[in-house]
């Protein structure tokens, strides 16, 4: 059973970079077909797709935020990290990682809460 856990900080202050790791259990972020993802919901909103690395290390990302973000992966440390660079409070949100398998969301983390404010 694949197990997905965010970490990182819950505060970030307007312009900074806003910076989460997925920390993945019982499979390797190198197995093949696999792409792992980060996706958000904004408070009162729906479910937003931020992007993915796979396990070829190729990434994609929602176009509307490409300009912002980076992700990254250590495979050494089975995790994959988030960069969004210059927060605003429109950035404020839930933000979960989830692995893509076979055609859906396999598993999904908990969800960390990251608030942009000064």
């Known amino acids: 059973q694949v197990q997905l856990q965010e970490s990182g900080p819950g505060l970030v202050k307007p312009s900074q970079t806003l910076s989460l790791t997925c920390s993945v259990s019982?499979?390797?972020?190198?197995?093949?077909?696999?792409?792992w993802n980060w996706i958000r919901q904004p408070p009162g909103k729906g479910l937003e797709w931020i992007g993915f690395?796979?396990?070829?290390?190729?990434?994609h990302y929602n176009s509307f935020l490409k300009s912002r973000t980076s992700i990254s992966r250590d495979t050494s440390k089975n995790q994959f990290t988030l960069q969004l660079m210059s927060v605003t409070p429109e950035d404020t949100a839930v933000y979960y990682c989830?692995?893509?398998?076979?055609?859906?969301?396999?598993?999904w983390g908990q969800g960390t809460q990251v608030t942009v404010s000064s």
């Open positions: 690395i796979c396990y070829s290390g190729s990434t």
């Open positions: 989830a692995r893509w398998y076979s055609s859906g969301f396999t598993s």
């Open positions: 019982g499979g390797s972020i190198t197995t093949n077909d696999n792409c």
